[in-house]
Structure formats: C-alpha cells, structure tokens
C-alpha cells in the first residue's frame, strides 16, 4: 500500500495528460471497428463476444429451458424478469404474408404477426426498399408511402397505383407478391415480373451510379432489390418442389453478391441442401458460415449439431458410453447440441 501511495505521488498531470490522449485514441479505434463490423455484419462484434463466449463461462445463460407450466399473472412477470435477456433475430424462413401466414390465419382464426414483426418487416422494407432518390421517380415515391402503411389492403392499392404510374416498378410487384397472392404459385409470377423489371432498373442504376451520392444510393436500393427478388424465387422453387433448382439460384446468388450477408441466404441454402440430404455440401457451407466474425443464428447452430450428432448417432450406445465414457466425437455433439439449445431454446424438440 505504502508503494502505490509512493507511486501516485509521483505522477505528474503529463502523465494523466498522456494516459488520457492514448486511452481516446485506442478508444476511437475500437469505436472504428465496431463501426465497420455493424455496417458489414449488423451487429456489434464485442457485443457477440460477450453474449456467446464470456456470458456462458460465467453463468449468464441457462443450459436448459424452464419445463413449460402454468403460471397466474404474479409468477409469469416474476419468470419474465429472471429470464435471461435475449437477442431478437429475424426468422430467415421469412414467411409470405399472403400465401403463407394469411392461410394460418383463415384456418385457426388467430393473427400469426404481433405489432412487433410488423414494426421489424416494416424496417427491413424501409431500409431494402428505399432511397434518398425516391422523390425522382413517381412510381417510388408511391412505394415509398406504401411500405410505411399499417394495413394491408392500403399498401395493395398503393402497389397498384405505382404500377399505373410505372407498369416496370418492381417493388410494387415485390409487395404484391408478399401479400396479395395466396399461393406460391402465384407468388412467383409476381416475383418473375419484379425480376425483369429489376434487371432493367439495376442495369441503368449501374451506368449512372458513379454521377453522384445519390445515383450510388439508388444503385444500392436497386441491387437490394434483385437480390431480394431472386432470393424469393429461389425460395418459390423449393416451396414448389423444385428443390435442385433453388439451390442452383441460391449458389448463383451467393457468387455475384457475396457481400450481401444480411438476407441470410446461406441460411435458406442450408434448408434446401439438408431437404435433399446433401450433407457433406451441408458442412461445406457450415465450415463458411459458422464463423466467429459472423452472426450465429439458430439455423447456424442446430444445423452444426445435427451433423455432429449423425456422425456418432449410429453407433452410439448408452449402455457402452456408460462404461467406457463419452468419446471425444460424443463429448463435441453434446456440446454442439448445448451451444443450439443455450443460443436459442424456443425450438421444437
């Protein structure tokens, strides 16, 4: 104690001085990187470290899901404030409105969308769909009102109205699609004529986008588009049946846009691939995606349990691992299965 007493009385402010100017430059550069990590993962890297390696090691997360019960008002908001807090990510299957979620609704009579997916769909179409260059062309100024809207029907009629000012606004096809058409045969011919329309676009936005910030903008907006309008159709094909196809697109799109990580394409790929029991074309994109640097997700995390549980599942006997122990192909499917369930438990057994 005498010593530190000793050394503190011996700083002088230069050294405060120095200690305060090196701390808020390594403090910049961490907020630099955090910066990049958000614009090109959208999510903050020290944040994803902390919940998926330090909390666990010490205790922050639970091992297994509370048995489900009935609870009275009192000990269900007791249990909501013990939960451990959890980071929301959207569901990569992304349902369609119309052909999908619209049926659950007429055959159960109960609304599958809380206000709060809506509020998350209503960001995500903000942001993929619109730019600062909307008030340029009529048909998107249009849309631009229509994403924005609450109902349903509202936000049909504006399509239509857009595709009356453009018959090639392919946005408004896009919406269409999602929640007009009731089935996904009828989705995709929407999304095939927002795919024609967007190639155009995305080919004139390309010419023009080094002109000025607003033409690289629109060329963003635009190249959102296409990517999202051929996600969709890929998703079409394996929803009909034409599984071998949709993986075929979703491969063709991962190669011409590879920076476009946020649609979770490699995600819709992953389903596809385990529908056709392609499982080592499934480590494949596993050994890609299932990164550290990336954001993990619950398709990421059962996926790799899953393959990790096939590999020793067969010859596996409870009464052998019981007498010999667990080997070391076991003890890493258990902790892969621990990782999924610790990650996300709100997944059926």
């Known amino acids: 104690l005498l010593t530190v007493t000793v050394f503190l009385s011996t700083l002088t402010p230069k050294f405060y001085f120095a200690l305060t100017v090196t701390s808020s430059f390594i403090s910049g550069l961490i907020f630099v990187f955090e910066w990049w990590h958000f614009r090109k993962y959208g999510t903050s ?3 994803q470290v902390s919940v998926s390696h330090l909390r666990p090691l010490i205790g922050g997360v639970e091992n297994s899901p509370p048995a489900p019960a009935a609870f009275s008002a009192g000990e269900n908001e007791t249990s909501r404030q013990n939960m451990p807090e959890c980071k929301v990510w959207r569901n990569p299957l992304n349902l369609f409105r119309g052909a999908e979620y619209s049926r659950y609704m007429w055959v159960t009579g109960k609304e599958p969308l809380t206000y709060y997916d809506m509020n998350l769909s209503a960001q995500d179409h903000q942001n993929f769909f ?3 260059t909307d008030a340029l062309r009529p048909s998107d100024t249009v849309m ?3 994403w924005r809207e609450r109902n349903p029907q509202a936000r049909i009629k504006a399509a239509y109205q857009a595709l009356e000012l453009n018959n090639d606004c392919a946005t408004a096809y896009v919406l269409l699609a999602e929640e007009e058409a009731t089935t996904i045969v009828d989705a995709e011919k929407y999304f095939k004529q927002a795919l024609k329309a967007g190639e ?4 004139k936005s390309q010419n023009c986008h080094s002109q000025s910030p607003q033409h690289e903008a629109q060329l963003r ?4 588009v296409l990517v999202y309008v051929k996600r969709r159709l890929a998703m079409c094909a394996r929803k009909l049946g034409r599984i071998r196809e949709a993986v075929k697109m979703m491969r063709d799109l991962m190669k011409e846009f590879p920076l476009l990580s946020m649609l979770n394409i490699h995600e819709n790929l992953l389903e596809a ?6 499982y080592a074309d499934v480590q494949a994109v596993l050994a890609k995606y299932d990164d550290i640097s990336l954001p993990k997700s619950a398709a990421i995390c059962y996926t790799a349990a899953l393959l990790k549980a096939r590999a020793v599942s067969e010859r596996f006997s409870p009464e052998t691992a019981s007498k010999r122990g667990l080997s070391t192909a076991e003890i890493n499917a258990v902790e892969a299965i621990h990782r999924a369930v ?3 438990p709100h997944v059926p057994k």
């Open 273 to 278: 691939l385990l529908e056709l029991q392609a």
């Open 144 to 146: 631009q009102k229509a």
């Open 200 to 203: 155009m676009i995305y080919r």
């Open 342 to 344: 610790e990650f996300n």
């Open 130 to 132: 619109t730019c600062d």
């Open 221 to 224: 907006r635009d190249t959102n």
């Open 45 to 47: 890297f020290i944040e």
